[in-house]
């Protein structure tokens, strides 16, 4: 499934950056989602993960042409990034409909772990 994509392009030092990339921003949204859990309300939480989520969506591509722009010397420099998307592209990631590449499902994966981080039953201080 994922035999052509570009991710093995890059050569293993490439590929592995972009690996720390991806997950270093999975980790730092998912902790920006676990903020949100202080909010003892469980609909602001949700809303903030699909907020955050379509934030992700929106301004990752930026970031990631920023690794490529060190990657490959050629590249200009420039903004790729446009109007904010509609509800459509982060709903697709979300169901899997989008491009059928690494880069795409993991989006989808994000997405899903942003939405069931505030569905998590806090406990109380000092229970086990």
Same mark, same amino acid.
């Given at each position: ?16 950056? !972009? ?5 270093? !921003? ?16 469980? @609909? ?34 420039? @903004? ?34 942003? !939405? ?13």
């Amino acid at each position: 499934m994922y035999a052509q994509d570009s991710f093995f392009d890059l050569s293993l030092w490439g590929r592995t950056g !972009l690996l720390c990339l991806s997950a270093t !921003l999975f980790i730092l949204f998912l902790f920006l989602a676990r903020l949100l859990y202080r909010i003892p309300r469980i @609909w602001p939480r949700v809303l903030g993960s699909i907020l955050l989520f379509w934030l992700f969506v929106w301004v990752s591509p930026q970031i990631y042409y920023q690794y490529y722009h060190l990657l490959f010397e050629f590249l200009p420099d420039q @903004w790729v990034i446009g109007w904010p998307p509609g509800p459509i592209k982060p709903l697709q990631f979300l169901t899997f409909q989008g491009p059928q590449n690494l880069s795409a499902h993991s989006q989808g994966v994000l997405g899903w772990c942003l !939405l069931v981080v505030p569905l998590i039953q806090r406990r109380p201080c000092g229970t086990a």
